[in-house]
């Protein structure tokens, strides 16, 4: 079983920055796809971004393309998430994710293990 923690939530105002990180352990974390999903209240788990577990391509949901940047540390068995020019629609409780299915990464389906999820709050 791959056990997952997130941490870097919190608050931030309109235009600010948060990192995220997802620390693995129980299992080989760089064999490992991950991802990062989001949900607002009332609202379904959306993704976010993803990173391969070999070549590390990374994969960004548009409506954050140019803000939010995806990264991984496979020696530290950490993933990031760094959130730039954030906006009050970012607000919501932020998952990171991993799966060894070789499948559509955009897709919650895709992944075996999930962690407790950060909330983070962006005010205008």
């Known amino acids: 079983q791959l056990h997952l923690v997130e941490s870097g939530g919190g608050w931030a105002q309109a235009g600010g920055s948060l990192r995220l990180s997802c620390a693995a352990s129980?299992?080989?974390?760089?064999?490992?796809?991950m991802g990062w999903f989001r949900q607002a209240p009332g609202e379904e788990r959306d993704f976010v971004a993803a990173?391969?577990?070999?070549?590390?391509?990374?994969y960004v949901a548009a409506s954050v393309k140019g803000r939010f940047a995806i990264s991984r540390d496979n020696a530290k068995n950490t993933m990031y998430l760094q959130m730039n020019s954030l906006e009050p629609e970012d607000t919501a409780v932020y998952y990171c994710?991993?799966?060894?299915?070789?499948?559509?990464?955009?897709?919650?389906?895709?992944?075996?293990?999930w962690g407790q999820g950060t909330r983070v709050t962006v005010s205008s």
């Open positions: 994710a991993a799966t060894s299915d070789p499948g559509d990464l955009t897709l919650r389906y895709t992944y075996e293990h």
């Open positions: 990173i391969t577990w070999s070549l590390g391509s990374t």
């Open positions: 129980g299992r080989t974390f760089r064999r490992y796809a």
